[in-house]
Structures are given as C-alpha cells and as structure tokens.
C-alpha cells in the first residue's frame, strides 16, 4: 500500500497560478507512473496529465496543454503540476494517482489505470 499526499490547492483569481505537489511513500518512487485527475461538483472525473516514471513520457489533456505542464523530481519523490493561466472551468478537487502503469502521450487517462489516489487538493478559481 502506498500513501499519496497532494498539496498546493487554493483559492486564485482568473488567469492566477497554482503549482501542485504529489508525494508517495514509495521505497522506489521512481517506478511509479503519476496521474493528476480533477472532478468538479456534480461532474465526471476527469484525467488531466500523466508523466512517466522516469519523466520520458508525458500526457496532458487538450483543454490544459497549453496552461499547465507536469513534471517530477524523482531525488524528492515529487511530481509537479504546475496550472498557469488558470481558468474558471478549472475549478475543481484535483486527485493524484499513482500505480506502475504506462504513461503514454495518446492515451487516455484511465482512473482504473491508477490503485494509489490521494485525499484531494481544491482548486478554486474565480473570476
């Protein structure tokens, strides 16, 4: 069992930043694939971004390409999604995900894809 924690979460004006975190309590963090997902109030969750274990690999939803990027510091056991530009319709509780599981630039984040989830970051952006 792994234990995922995600920070950064708050509350930014249109068009403010916000860099989240991800840490697992993994012995070998970097074998880990990370996911970050968000789900709005009384939506879906969505799959936002992946990176691959090593970092060779990236995924980003088309609605955030340009906004956000995701990376890791695998020495820290961290991975980064940092939210540029942020939008209202952004606005949403963002969920980190971990397995050993591919993270490949065409595929569609999956949250069956991923065992270990954390609590939740709330992101809030308002006009």
């Known amino acids: 069992q792994l234990n995922v924690v995600e920070s950064g979460g708050g509350s930014v004006q249109d068009g403010g930043s916000l860099r989240l975190s991800c840490t697992a309590s993994?012995?070998?963090?970097?074998?880990?694939?990370v996911a970050w997902f968000r789900q709005a109030p009384g939506k879906e969750r969505e799959g936002v971004s992946c990176?691959?274990?090593?970092?060779?690999?990236?995924n980003m939803v088309d609605s955030v390409k340009d906004r956000f990027t995701i990376s890791r510091d695998n020495a820290k056991n961290m991975v980064y999604l940092q939210m540029n530009n942020l939008r209202v319709e952004d606005t949403a509780t963002y969920y980190c995900?971990?397995?050993?599981?591919?993270?490949?630039?065409?595929?569609?984040?999956?949250?069956?894809?991923?065992?270990?989830w954390g609590q939740g970051t709330q992101v809030t952006v308002s006009p």
């Open positions: 995900a971990v397995d050993m599981t591919p993270c490949l630039p065409a595929r569609v984040l999956a949250s069956d894809d991923y065992t270990y």
């Open positions: 993994a012995i070998s963090f970097d074998v880990y694939a």
């Open positions: 990176i691959s274990a090593r970092g060779g690999s990236i």
